[in-house]
T-cell receptor, first 111, second 111 residues
Framework: DAGVTQSPTHLIKTRGQQVTLRCSPK?????VSWYQQALGQGPQFIFQ???????QRGNFPDRFSGHQFPNYSSELNVNALLLGDSALYLC??????????FGEGSWLTVV | GQQVMQIPQYQHVQEGEDFTTYCNSS?????IQWYKQRPGGHPVFLIQ?????EVKKQKRLTFQFGEAKKNSSLHITATQTTDVGTYFC???????????FGSGTRLSIRP
């Protein structure tokens, strides 16, 4: 049983570019959340998807958008990248009300 | 607004010494979760506390939830080098609300 898988694991982008990160939830999980973790800080909630809709959103600008597909996998898109967007992006999945499981993350560096 | 404070930020102990991290909320919580993140890794779920005054143990780890459901602690007895990492509390103000992470306590150990 695969856990939460994320791709890519590492990537480097230039300021102003756009990036798409992908997440496949753990089998049986229908809820996907995305977090941004800057170096030395705790994960910051970006948004959560359930039944292909954004259910909750944290304090992130509209440059951050997402999508959930019918198979529960999810994408995080960030437009007009800024240097400050450099971070570890974590995907977490859960079945409603149960333990959340994190993927290993995608390390994004913006230069 | 809802705030979470986790202290201390860092703790460096001799192997075999005890370690405690504290998490405090300005608002009554629905539940609190604890995670461990090894250097270079992703957060791994340790436990969830739901009931007022709840105490749970996992081997050398003891987790407590305050009577007012506004604070929690994680205590490790007789630390080992495998305990190295950052410990995060994660709060929910209702069962359906987003999960808010504390800033973490980074534990390092002198062998």
């Amino acid at each position: 049983d695969a856990g939460v898988t994320q791709s890519p694991t590492h990537l480097i982008k230039t300021r102003g570019q756009q990036v798409t990160l992908r997440c496949s939830p753990k089998s049986g999980h229908d809820t996907v959340s995305w977090y941004q973790q800057a170096l030395g800080q705790g994960p910051q909630f970006i948004f959560q998807y359930y039944e292909e809709e954004e259910r909750q959103r944290g304090n992130f600008p509209d440059r951050f958008s997402g999508h959930q597909f019918p198979n529960y996998s999810s994408e995080l898109n960030v437009n007009a990248l800024l240097l400050g967007d450099s971070a570890l992006y974590l995907c977490a999945s859960s079945a409603t009300g149960n333990t959340i499981y994190f993927g290993e993350g995608s390390w994004l560096t913006v230069v | 607004g809802q705030q979470v404070m986790q202290i201390p930020q860092y703790q460096h102990v001799q192997e075999g010494e005890d370690f405690t991290t504290y998490c405090n909320s300005s608002t009554t919580l629905s539940n609190i979760q604890w995670y461990k993140q090894r250097p270079g890794g992703h957060p791994v779920f340790l436990i969830q506390l739901v009931k007022s005054g709840e105490v749970k143990k996992q081997k050398r780890l003891t987790f407590q939830f305050g009577e007012a459901k506004k604070n929690s602690s994680l205590h490790i007895t007789a630390t080992q080098t495998t305990d190295v990492g950052t410990y995060f509390c994660a709060l929910q103000y209702s069962s359906a609300s987003k999960i808010i992470f504390g800033s973490g306590t980074r534990l390092s150990i002198r062998p």
